[in-house]
């Protein structure tokens, strides 16, 4: 386990950075210049673009600025940069929904085109994916859990709230990323269950957006629920697909 599968987890991502420049990018015309830097894996350009551009992503879209960059800086081998915007980020949505809830509490009715871009229910998930990425980059296991549970946190948060409901509650490969950082950690039945939960995520969206589940996520059930002694478990994801751990070797 180890760092070896927090790289493969962080393979895993590399979707993430297109889906929000480009599902959540302003009609702004300097973007698409963005958007071929990343294609081409020239991160440096399209931070350079952003900064250079950053005056008319003020205001209302002062939010998506930080996400892109802090994704960048993550793209672009700069952790520390990355965490920087990330954290400005998430401190700002937080600001943002503090901000609509008193609105709301004072029945004030608001058209939302006017309001600032608070980010999507995703990015506000994916904002602590990638900090915890970027702390177990540079080694910081305990800060990078710290996110874990964030992660964590708002995914329950986001199932109670939208129970029934044809909105996005759960997150494979976000639930990965934690099973990968609970197991580094030593932690292996938080582990397991994230694993299981990321399973699970898998089975429910997994038709609808043409994904089936990792073999390498059987593994790491069948592995961690052996640690735990749950043969149970164990034995439902060998069936599954997952190969045989014998903790002796």
């Known amino acids: 386990m180890g760092w070896i599968s927090v790289r493969k ?13 480009m599902t959540c990018a302003p009609a702004i015309h300097f973007y698409h210049h963005v958007d ?9 350009a399209a931070i350079r673009k952003l900064r250079e551009n950053h005056h008319r992503l003020t205001g209302r879209n002062e939010v998506l600025y ?19 915007y990330l954290l400005a980020a998430e401190r700002r ?5 503090t901000k609509r809830l008193s609105r709301e509490a004072a029945a004030m009715l608001i058209n939302d085109n006017v309001l600032p871009y608070a980010g999507e229910d995703f990015e506000k998930v994916l904002v602590n994916v990638f900090l915890a990425l970027d702390f177990a980059e540079k080694g910081e296991i305990d800060e990078a859990l710290v996110e874990a549970r964030k992660v964590d946190l708002k995914l329950r948060n986001f199932t109670a709230r939208y129970e029934g409901k044809n909105r996005y509650q759960e997150d494979p490969f976000a639930r990965y990323l934690t099973g990968v950082l609970y197991e580094t950690a030593g932690e292996i039945n938080d582990a397991f269950i994230a694993y299981r939960k990321a399973y699970e995520a898998y089975q429910k969206y997994g038709k609808e957006f043409g994904v089936s589940v990792p073999r390498f996520l059987l593994d790491d059930l069948v592995r961690t629920a052996t640690l735990m002694q749950f043969s149970e478990e164990r034995d439902r994801f060998l069936a599954a697909g997952g190969h045989p751990y014998d903790p002796a070797t």
């Open 36 to 44: 071929r830097s990343v294609a081409r894996g020239d991160y440096e």
């Open 93 to 97: 949505i937080e600001e943002l929904y």
């Open 9 to 21: 987890a962080l393979r895993m991502f590399l979707t993430a950075l297109s889906l929000f420049l």
């Open 66 to 84: 930080l996400l892109d960059m802090g994704l960048l800086f993550h793209y672009a081998g700069q952790p520390d940069s990355s965490i920087k």
